[in-house]
C-alpha cells in the first residue's frame, strides 16, 4: 500500500491545535480521511476529524473519496498507510458514506475523556457539583482494567467485548429476549455520561449561567462525542463484511498502569475466501500495539492459519528488545502446549515507521503459514 507522509497545512492556533494532534498519534491507529482537494504540489488535502493536513503521495485519489488510514511511523514524522485503497476507476456505492462522513468531523481518542475525569486538577471534581457522578461516571472508570489483569485471555475477551463495538447488536438481542442491556459496555456507559452531561448544561442555560464548570463540561462533553464517534467509526468498518474479501474488527481500549492511562490497540482481520491457500484454512492477523512506561512502543503481529501461527514483535527501545527476545523461547514453549505448530517467532528492533520501509503493515511475516 501506499505511504503518505503528513505535513501541517493549518496556521495560528489551528496549526498548534494539528501539531499537538499528530504528536498524539500510535503505530498501527486507525482513522477515517475525506480527500477535499489536491494541493498544488500534486499532493492530497485530507480533512481527518477537525485536522487540515496534506500528504505528499503519487497516488491519484478522487476528490471527496473517503480513505481508511493506518498510522504506520511516528518518527521522525507520521506517516500512514492507506488500507482501502479503491482499484483504479472503480466505482465505489458505499450505504454508509452518509453516516461516515458526518462522523468525521467529531471524531477523537478513546482515550481522552478518560485522562480528562482521572485528573482531579481538571474536572472530576466539577463533575461532581454538577451532580453528574450519579453512578454514571463511576461506571465509565470501571472499564479502565489494569495492564497486568489483560495479560489473561478471559479479561482480555471479556475487554473486547465490552469495548463498545458489538454495543448495537447486543441490543437487537436484548430486544428479541426482553431483557435490559448490562450497564458494563463502555459506548453505552458513555451515552449515559454524555446524556448527564447534557442535562446538566440544559439547567446552566435556563439559569443563564457562564461559569468554569460550565466551559469544563463543554470540553469534556467534545471529548466524550469524539469518542463515541471513534467507536461507530470501528463499528461502521467492521460491519462491512465481504466473504472473498474478508472482515476487520478495530478496538481502542483504555487501561490503566498505576495513576496513568494508557490505550491499546488492538485490530483483528479475517482474510476472505477468495485469500485461502491450498489447505482451505482461514487465515487470521492480530496486531496489538501498545507505549509502556521504560519499555517504549511494542507493536505485536500475530499470523494464525488452522494450527499454524507465526508472532512478530517490534520493540523501540534496546533493554526491551533484549528483554523480550531472550523470552522468545518460553512463548514457544506456551504455544506448542495449547496445540499449535510455531511457524515463525522473532523479535525486531526498532518500530514500523516511515525509514523502515520493509517494516510495513502487515508484510513483515516472510514465511506463508
Same mark, same amino acid.
Given at each position: ?125 466539577? #463533575? @461532581? +457539583?454538577? &451532580?453528574?457522578?450519579? $453512578? *454514571? ?10 495492564? =497486568? !489483569? ?67 463540561? #463543554? @470540553? +469534556?462533553? &467534545?471529548?466524550?462525542? $469524539? *469518542? ?10 467492521? =460491519? !462491512? ?68 501461527? @507465526? ?59
Amino acid at each position: 500500500m501506499d505511504k503518505l507522509q503528513f505535513a501541517l497545512v493549518a496556521s495560528g492556533s489551528s496549526q498548534k491545535s494539528s501539531d499537538t494532534w499528530l504528536r498524539s498519534l500510535q503505530l498501527g491507529q486507525v482513522l477515517q480521511a475525506r480527500v477535499v482537494d489536491k494541493s498544488p504540489s500534486g499532493g492530497l488535502m485530507l480533512s481527518v476529524g477537525a485536522h487540515k493536513i496534506t500528504a505528499a503521495s503519487d497516488i491519484s485519489v478522487p476528490k471527496g473519496a473517503s480513505l481508511q488510514l493506518e498510522v504506520s511511523g511516528v518518527f521522525p514524522a507520521p506517516s500512514m498507510k492507506i488500507v482501502n485503497m479503491p482499484p483504479p476507476n472503480a466505482v465505489m456505492v458505499d450505504p454508509l458514506q452518509s453516516q461516515r462522513q458526518l462522523l468525521l468531523s467529531t471524531q477523537g481518542e478513546v482515550l481522552g475523556p478518560f485522562i480528562s475525569l482521572l485528573d482531579p486538577s481538571k474536572r472530576v471534581n466539577i #463533575l @461532581s +457539583l454538577q &451532580g453528574v457522578k450519579n $453512578g *454514571a461516571l463511576d461506571k465509565l472508570l470501571a472499564h479502565l482494567n489494569q495492564f =497486568s !489483569q489483560l495479560t489473561d485471555p478471559k479479561t482480555l475477551q471479556k475487554a473486547l467485548l465490552q469495548s463498545g463495538l458489538f454495543l448495537e447488536s447486543e441490543l437487537l438481542r436484548l430486544a428479541d429476549a426482553g431483557t435490559v442491556l448490562s450497564r458494563a459496555d463502555m459506548k453505552g456507559a458513555l451515552f449515559r455520561l454524555l446524556y448527564k452531561i447534557n442535562q446538566s448544561l440544559t439547567g446552566s442555560h435556563e439559569r443563564g449561567a457562564r461559569d468554569v464548570a460550565q466551559l469544563a463540561l #463543554l @470540553s +469534556l462533553r &467534545g471529548e466524550i462525542e $469524539g *469518542a463515541i464517534a471513534t467507536i461507530t467509526l470501528n463499528q461502521l468498518s467492521s =460491519s !462491512q463484511v465481504d466473504r472473498r474479501a474478508g472482515c476487520i474488527w478495530l478496538f481502542d481500549m483504555p487501561f490503566r498502569i498505576h495513576d496513568s492511562l494508557r490505550g491499546l490497540l488492538v485490530s483483528i482481520e479475517r482474510e476472505g475466501a477468495a485469500s485461502q491457500g491450498e489447505s482451505g484454512a482461514q487465515q487470521w492477523k492480530i496486531r496489538f500495539s501498545v507505549e509502556l512506561p521504560r519499555l517504549g512502543a511494542i507493536v505485536a503481529e500475530l499470523y494464525m492459519r488452522g494450527s499454524r501461527v @507465526s508472532v512478530v514483535f517490534y520493540v523501540q527501545q534496546e533493554a526491551a528488545f533484549r528483554a523480550l527476545d531472550e523470552q522468545l523461547f518460553q512463548l514457544r514453549i506456551g504455544l506448542e502446549k495449547l496445540g499449535f505448530e510455531v511457524s515463525v517467532l522473532r523479535c525486531h528492533l526498532g518500530i514500523i515507521s516511515a525509514d523502515r520501509p520493509k517494516f510495513s503493515g502487515y508484510l513483515t511475516v516472510d514465511e506463508k503459514i
